[in-house]
Antibody, heavy 117, light 108 residues
């Protein structure tokens, strides 16, 4: 079974840092591009970042550029999101998702990041 | 950036009735359009891609249509497990990949 499990969320003060992880199983992780997508409380879905299968191509949403860094370790079947200079508006559930046939499938269960003093 | 606009924001439907959800793109996305379903407390789930191709395990009562800038998701006979929020998403011009704001399908 294809599975994605996020971890690392929590409460952090404005300006702080946090590192999210997404552990993949049930498929050849190194063959797939991956995404992070977030959802603020009660709001819709916002694409955050993309990384190609090799890690050579990376994209960010303008809202997070320069503050969030996506990376992956194919040997550990893991995707990461290093978050720094966090703002109140970064509060959201963060989902990792596999990129397959140009769609997001499947999604992990999400991890909640709360930025608050 | 392509802006995706969904309507209505909320759709009240009785079980067994048909539901029709709309999605409009600010510029043509060809047939590069997907629909996702999200139930409370759960992650989104891919329903349809390529406008009209159902993802694995998606019941035949879900159907998608349209092209260019106007798209529709139809649920032919709403079941209790179909209530939730539905998002359209374009993957024609990226980055960024963009989602609509969602349509909530609720019990009438």
């Amino acid at each position: 079974e294809v599975q994605l499990v996020e971890s690392g969320g929590g409460l952090v003060q404005p300006g702080g840092s946090l590192r999210l992880s997404c552990t993949a199983s049930g498929f050849t992780f190194s063959s797939y591009s991956m995404h992070w997508v977030r959802q603020a409380p009660g709001k819709g879905l916002e694409w955050v970042s993309y990384i190609s299968s090799s890690g050579s191509t990376i994209y960010y949403a303008d809202s997070v550029k320069g503050r969030l860094t996506i990376s992956r370790h194919n040997g550990k079947n893991s995707l990461y999101l290093q978050m720094s200079s966090l703002r109140d508006e970064d509060t959201a559930v963060y989902y990792c998702a596999r990129y397959d046939y140009q769609t997001f499938v499947p999604w992990g269960q999400g991890t909640l990041v709360t930025v608050s003093s | 950036e392509i802006v995706m606009t969904q309507s209505p924001a909320t759709l009240s439907v009785s079980p067994g009735e048909r539901a029709t959800l709309s999605c409009r793109a600010s510029q043509s996305v060809g047939r590069n359009l997907a629909w996702y379903q999200q139930k409370p407390g759960q992650a989104p789930r891919l329903l349809i891609y390529g406008v009209s191709t159902r993802a694995t395990g998606v019941p035949a009562r879900f159907s998608g249509s349209g092209s260019g800038t106007e798209f529709t998701l139809a649920i032919s006979s709403l079941q209790s497990e179909d209530f939730g929020i539905y998002y359209c998403q374009q993957y024609n011009n990226w980055p960024p990949w963009t989602f609509g704001q969602g349509t909530k399908v609720e019990i009438k």
